[in-house]
C-alpha cells in the first residue's frame, strides 16, 4: 500500500492558531511557567471523545493565541508548524492567518503579518515547503478591522500573503459587509476564499461566489444538497476546501463514512482535503487521505485526483506545480 505521508499534498484550509504542533504549545506554556489546558476531541460532536458543543471549541481555541507572549514567540510556533506539514507531505501550505488574534497586544497588524509571513517562508525554505498566507477576517467580530486587513493582504500580495478570506461558523454571515475588502484583495491580484456552506446552505456558498467573488470555499460540504448548485461548481470550478475530520468534531455531519466530500469529488467539484485545526481535533493532513482510502474505499488514483486538485490552488508557483506533478507521478508509479 502506498504510503500517505508521501502522498504530495497541497494544505490550504488550515487556521494558523488552530494547527501549531501540540509539542511546541505545550513548550512555550512550559517555558512561560503556565498550564494550559489542551484537550485533543476528533470524534462526533457530542460523543465521548467529541467537542460538548462549538462553543467550547471556540473557548479552547482562544487559549494558544492568549499564550503567545511576543513576536519571537509566534514566530517558533509558525516555525513548528511548517516543520510539522513537511513531515505530512505537503508540499504547498497555505494557512490561515488572523493578525487581529495578535495585535494590538503584541504590535500593530502590519508588524504581526510580517513576522508571520518572514517565519513561515523561512521555515518553508528549510524544510522544503512553499509557503503562502491566506489572511482572514472573522464575519462575527473583525468588521472593523476588515478593511485594514485588506488593505494589508494587498500590501503583502506577491511577499508571502497569496489570498484573503472569511472566516465564521455563523451562516448565513452577511458577507456583503465585505465585499469591499474582498474586492481589494481582487484588484491585488489576490483571490479570495471564504467559509460557508459549513453551517449554513448551498445559498450561502452561492453568496460567497456571487458577493465575493469567492474561488475557493472553506468547506461548502452543503453544496451537496443541490444538485443544480453541484452542476455550477463543476462549471465554474470553484474548489472546495473540505475537513472532514473538522466536520464531524462539530456536529456537521454525523459520521466520516456520511461525509459528502466523495459524492462531491465523484460529481466533478474541485475537493481538497484539509485538517483546519490539527491541535484540536487531532487529525492532520495525511489523516484525511487515510480517511478517503478507509472509510470512502477510495482507490490510490482517485486519493492523487484529490491531491492533485492542489494544483487549482492560484498561489502555488508555476515550480512547485511541476515539483508536485512529478512528485504525484511518482507516488503513483511506485508499486
Ligand atoms: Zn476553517
Redesign the pocket.
Known amino acids: 500500500m502506498r504510503p500517505l505521508a508521501q502522498l504530495p499534498k497541497a494544505h490550504v484550509?488550515?487556521?494558523l492558531d488552530?494547527s501549531y504542533p501540540r509539542r511546541a504549545v505545550l513548550d512555550l506554556a512550559r517555558r512561560r511557567g503556565v498550564q494550559v489546558d489542551l484537550p485533543v476531541r476528533p470524534g462526533a460532536a457530542g460523543g465521548p471523545d467529541g467537542w460538548r458543543d462549538v462553543w467550547e471549541f471556540f473557548d479552547a481555541y482562544g487559549r494558544v493565541p492568549a499564550l503567545v507572549s511576543d513576536l519571537d514567540d509566534l514566530a517558533g510556533l509558525c516555525e513548528a508548524l511548517v516543520e510539522q506539514e513537511a513531515a505530512e507531505g505537503v508540499l504547498y501550505f497555505e494557512p490561515?492567518v488572523e493578525p487581529q488574534l495578535y495585535a494590538p497586544r503584541l504590535g500593530t497588524l502590519r508588524d504581526v503579518t510580517r513576522v508571520v509571513l518572514d517565519a513561515l517562508t523561512t521555515a518553508g525554505r528549510r524544510h522544503g515547503v512553499e509557503v503562502g498566507a491566506l489572511v482572514t477576517v472573522n464575519t462575527d467580530q473583525d468588521e472593523p478591522v476588515a478593511a485594514q486587513l485588506a488593505a494589508l493582504a494587498a500590501e503583502f500580495a506577491g511577499a508571502g500573503v497569496t489570498a484573503f478570506g472569511t472566516?465564521g461558523f455563523v451562516e448565513p454571515s452577511g458577507l456583503e459587509r465585505f465585499a469591499a475588502c474582498a474586492a481589494t484583495a481582487r484588484a491585488a491580484g489576490l483571490p479570495v476564499v471564504a467559509?460557508a456552506g459549513?453551517t449554513g446552505g448551498w445559498e450561502c456558498v452561492a453568496e460567497a461566489v456571487d458577493v465575493l467573488g469567492a474561488t475557493r470555499i472553506?468547506?461548502g460540504v452543503r453544496s451537496v444538497e443541490d444538485p443544480a448548485f453541484v452542476q455550477r461548481l463543476v462549471e465554474t470550478g470553484v474548489v472546495l476546501?473540505v475537513?472532514p475530520v473538522?466536520n464531524v468534531a462539530l456536529g456537521i455531519v454525523p459520521d466520516l463514512a456520511s461525509h459528502p466530500a466523495p459524492q462531491l469529488h465523484a460529481a466533478g467539484v474541485g475537493v481538497t482535503l484539509?485538517a483546519?485545526?490539527q491541535l484540536w481535533f487531532g487529525r492532520g493532513v495525511t489523516d484525511q487521505y487515510a480517511v478517503a482510502r478507509h472509510v470512502w474505499g477510495l482507490p490510490d488514483t482517485e486519493l492523487a485526483a484529490l491531491a492533485g486538485n492542489g494544483l487549482r490552488v492560484e498561489g502555488v508557483s508555476a515550480a512547485t506545480r511541476q515539483r508536485f506533478g512529478t512528485a504525484l507521478a511518482a507516488w503513483l508509479a511506485a508499486p
Open positions: 484550509h488550515a487556521h488552530g490561515a472566516a467559509h459549513q472553506a468547506h476546501d475537513a473538522s484539509n483546519d485545526d
